[in-house]
């Protein structure tokens, strides 16, 4: 009898301790998802990373082999119906670009990192394409430039890059292409175009059938 009573002692304990390790677990984990600083690699051999600015101007080139890139926090207050204030945790517009050991902080501006071998077909910007309004350009006058060189494109789909305001930047056509959401890189968009990586940091794109051109 007194072997039985140790043993649901024994039990109550373990079950007691595993309880509290999980809660806590459960707090931290969740501290941890709120306050988590995003941080992603690029996957490749290496990268050349081209900035511009808001109206697809080109500021800066750049080229690495080990990228990595993080979303540098910010903390918030909000307040509850009995006015209470509420600390968190948001993203800045800043986020930290690390090549090859050495930093770029930017923040708002327009990035694209093209892994080796990826290659746009056309570079809008060499025309300095500008529109009628304001510097945005509507999708008809992207459709137009885009046909003026649609015999460079011998694929597919075609990949239009743009500006925040809608200035076509570059072009890129392949036979596969897709995109996903990378849920350990802020605000980034990446495409895959017959097998090479395309990541793009605040910019418009669309994808396009070749045919419809």
């Given amino acids: 009898m007194r072997k039985k009573k140790i043993a649901a002692m024994l039990l109550s304990v373990t079950l007691l301790i595993s309880a509290t390790a999980l809660l806590s677990g459960c707090s931290i984990g969740g501290l941890d998802s709120v306050i988590n600083e995003l941080h992603g690699s690029l996957v490749g051999n290496s990268y050349t990373i081209d900035t511009y600015d808001n109206y697809g101007n080109k500021t800066l080139e750049t080229t690495g082999k080990k990228i990595s890139i993080t979303g540098n926090k910010i903390e918030t207050i909000s307040y509850d119906e009995s006015g209470k204030a509420i600390k968190g945790y948001d993203l800045s517009s800043v986020i930290t670009i690390t090549i090859d050991g050495k930093e770029i902080e930017s923040c708002g501006d327009t990035c694209i990192f093209m892994q080796d071998g990826l290659n746009p077909e056309v570079d809008f910007t060499e025309e300095a394409i500008q529109s009628s309004s304001s510097g945005i350009t509507d999708s008809a006058a992207v459709a137009r430039y885009v046909n003026k060189y649609k015999n460079y494109f011998g694929k597919s789909r075609i990949v239009v890059i743009k500006s925040q305001l ?30 090479k990586a395309l990541y793009i940091h605040r910019a418009n794109y669309q994808i396009i059938d070749s045919k419809l051109l």
Avoid: C, H, R
């Fill in 166 to 195: 809608g200035q076509p930047i570059t072009a890129f056509s392949g036979d596969n292409v897709y995109w996903e959401i990378p849920e350990d890189l802020p605000k980034m968009t990446k495409l895959m175009i017959d097998g």
